[in-house]
């Protein structure tokens, strides 16, 4: 047996190194007004305001963060002027501060050593680690190429760290939220519309008429703005359609809930066309004028029926035909929504194309109450040099998936395992703000790669278990402790927001900007980083588009009118879509020539053996990933996931809520702690369900080590997107144990 050179830590025997704020939870559709006015004025009172926008999610929304006169984080709070939060925050945006006062925060660098025979981190100063760090990717990129280092990374630190990559002449980066998350839809709306969905998505919920939700846990998933959208939606008397098989938050809220066999949602969509053209309800005089391909897609469905589907998607004809015509009824105001997390079953492209032709079929791209068109502003970039070219890419790296708009990270693990990718190899991976133990799948691979590396960086606010794989370890401060990049992201009309530190850095932790510069003066790239403070390059970049660094530092968002044309098609006009034919394409004459589908078809998918159930996860709406399981505000709300398990299934096995159990997947893997058991019938007999972001595996998260079960754990079967990359992974299954299995005699 060989010893593994790069053994896990877990960063728990080591002096690495508040005030709990309370958090006024947003209620499921909507919060209480009352509190939230009797805070807000308590606060402003006595408190000082600093301009914020949250990091606890991908959502971004501005804040206002409020600190007493010792210099504590009080409070967090939304900023009315804000589209993405209306001011209100969600449990996770209040909760916040939580970041800030986590005594077990990472405290100083970490360096891995050997100590007397055992692998350990010790305590080093920023110059020891930061040398060490560019002494290594030196070394690297004189014997393999800058390219053979890579960045994998998630949120706002991933900008500046792709910044120093680029700049030492890189481009090998990926991030999670393509491959693992959101990618499919991107390419599938793309090859239908020209364009991306983006974040946050143009859903007009709040003038929809009809929502139809497939997967899509708004209320679970906690997209704050669509969660208060959605509540107006259902005031005014809006239809609500959730297709899941479970009974989700969204789908209580719902006049129609399908629960569908698993895997079969291009069957279902498929039908819904098939009623559409067959009964004449779809817009017809949209699809005239703005749409190519509907001859072929007519005779593609025609032998869809309902009846067809009823076999294969458990969902009765009736019931299929009965929500197509409340859809059509509804359009061009209904919004068959794109979903987030769409990486399922490997045809996840496909399954975004069904849903981009079933919009395009009821008019809604570019009408009120379906898809708006969105616009942002496009921000000055800080003066610097040229990035040097690099002789590869992450497009070299994923090419075997033609439609990938983003590095695949798989792909980029896989290239860091000699002899996988020997003409495009990967030699250090620079990590940051991504958890990956519990964002990839295929831990076995994930292992392999990391014991294949040469060298690795993990720069985080905490010690998650990605950090027991680094080399070195570096502690991030958090978002109140920092500037960042501005916000500009896409809506309905122009806005920009502020990020401000309320505080300074705790223990000796840094920003990610700071950390980049550092390594870049290093390597010799200093001109690349030609400000002494990140607040320099936001001054400079708010001056270029007409404003000031001290007007958003008193009024945090700025919002512009558009300039891009109306928020809807104009009816009288010709309009063209960024596609090659300038139409909205439901035949892809594009997928055919790369030889896949031009339209997307049904393909049954492995089903659970006998003893064995689909292995479904979700968000909720006080957790982000695993990023927040420790914090101490919202542990308080969600401390562990539980085995939502179905009561038929529990007589069977013997089960009672409460028990703990452990699960077992179908290449054996087992769980490394135990789950309890919550007995519902909002799952069906032949899946089970956890929230995702548990069963962390290091003893310095005090509150969140050893809680639940990491989902992505089990996850050793995926099935890849052959179009774009996307890693499929509700394709595994489990059986439930009632006995610890990792119990030795």
């Not at 993405?84 to 050593?113: A, F, S």
């Not at 390419?187 to 709040?206: A, N, Q, Y």
């Not at 942002?376 to 040099?385: A, E, M, Q």
């Not at 620079?430 to 993990?458: C, H, R, W, Y």
Request: charged share 25%.
């Amino acid at each position: 047996m060989t010893t593994s050179r790069r053994k896990f830590i877990k960063i728990s025997a080591l002096g690495l190194g508040g005030v709990a704020a309370t958090t006024t939870a947003l209620n499921l559709f909507g919060a209480s007004s009352y509190l939230d006015e009797l805070v807000r004025k308590n606060v402003a009172e006595t408190f000082k305001r600093t301009a914020t926008y949250c990091e606890v999610c991908f959502w971004k929304c501005a804040a206002w963060a409020y600190t007493n006169e010792k210099g504590e984080i009080k409070k967090i709070i939304g900023n009315d002027d804000d589209s993405h939060c209306y001011g209100r925050l969600c449990p996770r945006g209040t909760g916040g501060v939580g970041m800030y006062n986590d005594e077990d925060r990472l405290k100083t660098p970490l360096i891995r050593k050997t100590v007397n025979g055992e692998e350990t981190f010790v305590e080093a100063t920023w110059d020891e680690a930061l040398d060490l760090i560019a002494s290594k990717f030196k070394t690297i990129k004189e014997t393999h190429g800058a390219e053979s280092i890579a960045l994998l990374k998630h949120g706002s630190p991933g900008k500046h760290l792709e910044h120093l990559l680029n700049a030492i002449g890189s481009d090998t980066i990926g991030e999670p939220a393509y491959a693992q998350c959101r990618g499919p839809r991107e390419t599938g709306f793309k090859l239908t519309f020209g364009t991306w969905v983006g974040s946050p998505e143009p859903t007009d919920i709040r003038d929809t008429k009809c929502l139809v939700l497939i997967g899509s846990h708004i209320g679970e998933n906690m997209h704050n703005s669509q969660v208060q959208e959605m509540s107006d939606a259902i005031d005014n008397g809006a239809t609500i359609i959730t297709v899941d098989p479970r009974f989700s938050t969204a789908a209580s809220k719902s006049q129609h809930w399908l629960p569908i066999k698993p895997g079969t949602d291009i069957a279902l969509m498929l039908a819904w066309m098939n009623v559409l053209i067959e009964e004449n309800l779809y817009d017809k005089e949209y699809i005239e004028k703005y749409a190519i391909g509907f001859d072929e897609l007519k005779d593609h469905v025609s032998t869809f029926t309902p009846e067809w589907a009823y076999s294969i998607t458990t969902i009765k004809p009736e019931e299929i035909r009965r929500t197509a015509r409340a859809m059509a009824y509804a359009s061009p105001a209904t919004i068959i929504h794109p979903g987030r997390h769409v990486v399922w079953y490997g045809d996840d492209t496909q399954r975004a194309r069904a849903m981009a032709i079933l919009n395009a079929l009821l008019g809604s791209w570019g009408r009120r109450g379906g898809f708006y068109f969105k616009e942002s502003l496009k921000l000055p970039s800080f003066p610097h040099p040229e990035y040097p070219k690099p002789k590869w890419t992450w497009k070299e790296v994923s090419a075997k998936y033609p439609l990938a708009e983003m590095g695949v990270t798989n792909e980029i693990i896989r290239a860091s395992i000699p002899g996988e990718n020997s003409e495009y190899p990967v030699k250090a991976w620079l990590v940051a703000g991504t958890n990956l133990t519990k964002a990839i799948p295929n831990k076995k691979l994930l292992e392999q790669a990391i014991e294949s590396l040469d060298f690795m960086v993990v720069i985080d606010t905490m010690p998650m278990d990605v950090t027991g794989y680094a080399d070195v370890v570096l502690p991030e401060c958090t978002y109140l402790e920092r500037y960042d990049e501005i916000r500009s992201a896409t809506n309905r009309e122009p806005s920009i927001a502020i990020r401000i530190p309320a505080v300074a850095p705790k223990y000796d932790s840094k920003p990610a900007w700071w950390i980049a510069k550092q390594i870049g003066e290093r390597m010799g790239v200093g001109d690349q980083f030609a400000y002494d403070d990140y607040k320099e390059v936001l001054e400079y970049q708010l001056k270029e588009l007409g404003t000031s660094f001290e007007e958003l530092e008193q009024i945090g968002v700025k919002n512009y009118p558009r300039k891009s044309g109306p928020l809807y098609l104009n009816e009288n006009e010709l309009y063209s879509f960024t596609t090659s034919s300038g139409k909205i394409e439901l035949y892809s004459q594009e997928l055919k020539d790369l030889g896949f589908d031009p339209m997307p078809i049904f393909t049954k998918h492995p089903e659970p053996e006998q003893g064995y159930y689909r292995l479904n996860y979700g968000r909720a709406p006080m957790h982000t990933f695993s990023r927040t399981a420790n914090n101490p505000n919202l542990n308080d709300l969600m401390d562990e996931n539980n085995l939502w398990v179905n009561p038929k299934v529990a007589r069977i096995i013997g089960l009672k809520t409460g028990q703990e159990v452990w699960l077992k997947n179908q290449d054996e893997v087992l769980s490394s702690f135990p789950i309890k058991v919550r007995i519902t019938e909002r799952t069906g007999f032949d899946a089970v369900y956890m929230v995702h972001g548990f069963g962390h595996q290091n003893k310095k998260l005090s509150r969140a080590n050893g809680r639940g079960i990491n989902d992505t754990e089990l996850i050793s079967k995926v099935a890849i997107d052959p179009i774009m990359g996307g890693t499929g992974m509700r394709g595994n299954f489990v059986t439930i144990l009632t006995e610890n299995p990792h119990k030795t005699i």
